[in-house]
């Protein structure tokens, strides 16, 4: 069974910074794509950032300069450093991992999703 923990949540002061943390196990072979996702009161989930299995990232253009997404292939692992926190940051951030994973001999692929953690900024 394969899985994601996220981590690193909790609540900032405007201009504060923040790290999230998101570790994948289970029985892993390969991990493509992984990112991290934010859902607002009432607004629809958007995707943050995304780092592929090379090292190639996306941001969202809110978050772009601020935020850094950064992966540890060897521990299955994704983190997202935060700066410069504003207000509007407030939101549940979730990970996502396009995962293959081995069951009974065979290899199959998923995207999976974290619980998601709390991020608060205060003005």
């Known amino acids: 069974q394969v899985q994601l923990v996220e981590s690193g949540g909790g609540l900032v002061q405007a201009g504060g910074s923040l790290r999230l943390s998101c570790a994948a196990s289970?029985?892993?072979?390969?991990?493509?794509?992984m990112g991290w996702y934010r859902q607002a009161p009432g607004k629809q989930r958007e995707l943050v950032a995304a780092i592929t299995r090379g090292g190639s990232t996306n941001y969202a253009d809110s978050v772009k300069g601020r935020f850094t997404i950064s992966r540890d292939n060897a521990k299955n692992t994704v983190s997202l450093q935060m700066n410069s926190l504003k207000p509007e940051d407030t939101a549940v951030y979730s990970c996502?991992?396009?995962?293959?994973?081995?069951?009974?001999?065979?290899?199959?692929?998923?995207?999976?999703w974290g619980q998601g953690t709390q991020v608060t900024v205060s003005p």
């Open positions: 996502n991992a396009e995962i293959i994973y081995i069951n009974g001999g065979g290899y199959y692929t998923n995207a999976y």
């Open positions: 289970g029985n892993i072979f390969r991990i493509n794509t």
